[in-house]
């Protein structure tokens, strides 16, 4: 079953876009323009992406009306592989956004979970 996505913030003036699913944060790791939250139970809690605009190729002001998200988070025995999914009203067409980061936090059981919001 998925998880709530209960925070969804973009910050026009710094350009940096925040989600979170309110789980307490852990630790965050820094991979360049990006900072992943992570939870008590060491699972991906949030992201934040630092000049969002940039990064995922989309103008400020359509930043501001996202419609709805999805982050697949795939936790493998040596990695978890990330994917933000983000869909926009652009010129009245959805724009999905894919994100793929990979990163290790040492999970010993391969699991997969959904985070969406809508």
Do not use: W
């Not at 998880?3 to 699913?21: E, G, L, M, W």
């Not at 652009?90 to 969406?116: A, D, F, Y």
């Amino acid at each position: 079953m998925a998880r709530q996505i209960k925070t969804i913030d973009y910050d026009s003036n710094n350009d940096i876009f925040f989600i979170s699913d309110g789980e307490k944060v852990k630790a965050s790791l820094d991979i360049g323009d990006f900072v992943l939250d992570v939870s008590h139970k060491n699972l991906i809690c949030g992201i934040e992406i630092m000049d969002a605009s940039e990064n995922l190729g989309v103008p400020k002001e359509v930043l501001k009306s996202i419609q709805n998200m999805k982050m697949s988070v795939n936790y493998q025995t040596n990695h978890v592989y990330v994917l933000l999914m983000i869909v926009f009203k652009k010129k009245g067409k959805e724009v999905n956004v894919p994100i793929p980061l990979t990163l290790s936090l040492g999970h010993k059981v391969p699991r997969k979970e959904v985070l969406v919001y809508n």
